[in-house]
Nanobody, 122 residues
Framework: QVQLVESGGGLVQAGGSLRLSCAAS????????MGWYRQAPGKQRELVAT??????NYATSVKGRFTIARDNAKNTVYLQMNSLKPEDTAVYYC?????????????????WGQGTQVTVSL
C-alpha cells in the first residue's frame, strides 16, 4: 500500500508565499509522475502542476508564480507558491500517477493524498 502525506498548507496574506510538500511512502518501485491539484468550495478539482521525467506542466492561472519540483530519491514532490492571491484559496491535493509496487511491478495505480488547506486573505 502506498500513502501520500502532504504538509505545508496554512493561512497567508495576499502576496505571500507557501511551500507544500508531499511524501510518498510504502513499497514503491517507481512513480511515473507526481502533481498537485486543488479544489475550491463549490468548484471542481483542477490541475495546478505536474512533473514527469523532469518535464513540468502548469495551469495558466499559476504560471510564473508556482514552481513544482521533485526529489526522486525521497519520492517527494514540492510546490513553491509565490505571489499568492485570494483566488488560490483551496484544498490542495497531491497525486502520484502510475505507481508500481515492489511486489507487483507489472501493475500501476494512481494515489491521492488527503489534501491540505491553503487560505489566502486580502
Amino acid at each position: 500500500q502506498v500513502q501520500l502525506v502532504e504538509s505545508g498548507g496554512g493561512l497567508v496574506q495576499a502576496g505571500g508565499s507557501l511551500r507544500l510538500s508531499c511524501a510518498a511512502s510504502g513499497s514503491i518501485f517507481s512513480i511515473k509522475a507526481m502533481g498537485w491539484y486543488r479544489q475550491a468550495p463549490g468548484k471542481q478539482r483542477e490541475l495546478v502542476a505536474t512533473i514527469s521525467s523532469g518535464r513540468t506542466n502548469y495551469a495558466t492561472s499559476v504560471k510564473g508564480r508556482f514552481t513544482i519540483a521533485r526529489d526522486n530519491a525521497k519520492n517527494t514532490v514540492y510546490l513553491q507558491m509565490n505571489s499568492l492571491k485570494p483566488e488560490d484559496t483551496a484544498v490542495y491535493y497531491c497525486k502520484a500517477d502510475r505507481v508500481r509496487d515492489k511486489l507487483r511491478v507489472s501493475q500501476e495505480y494512481d494515489y491521492w493524498g488527503q489534501g491540505t488547506q491553503v487560505t489566502v486573505s486580502l
